[in-house]
């Protein structure tokens, strides 16, 4: 079985969206949790989210995230149309963000 989304809470914005709370599709279904918020939080700007699944990572761009809430967020895409960052990255509109997903990814922790 499926979870679904239930009690989201209130809308948040991005800079206290929390690592660990779950993602789901438009459909409601969880895809995943988000693995880390990609920001330039000097310039204010929202990239997208990391986030992690039962077949890897996959990156949400902002145009892709539907909103933002205390226990969880909602996509416009479903999981398998979102892209895996990677080293060798597609061009486009979202190359910069996933530039950054992938950056983060292979950073020493």
């Excluded at 895809?31 to 986030?51: M, N, W």
């Excluded at 039962?54 to 539907?66: E, I, L, M, N, T």
């Excluded at 999981?79 to 020493?108: C, F, I, M, N, Y």
């Amino acid at each position: 079985m499926t979870e679904k989304a239930e009690d989201l809470g209130e809308p948040v914005a991005y800079l206290v969206l929390k690592d660990g709370v779950p993602v789901y599709a438009p459909s409601g279904d969880r895809i995943g949790t988000v693995e880390h918020v990609l920001a330039d939080e000097p310039e204010d700007v929202f990239h997208g989210l990391l986030i992690r699944t039962s077949d890897g990572h996959r990156f949400a761009a902002g145009d892709q995230v539907a909103g933002l809430y205390e226990n969880g967020a909602i996509l416009t895409e479903p999981g398998e149309r979102l892209t895996r960052p990677s080293p060798d990255l597609p061009e486009g509109r979202h190359a910069g963000a996933l530039k950054r997903a992938w950056d983060w990814l292979v950073q020493p922790r």
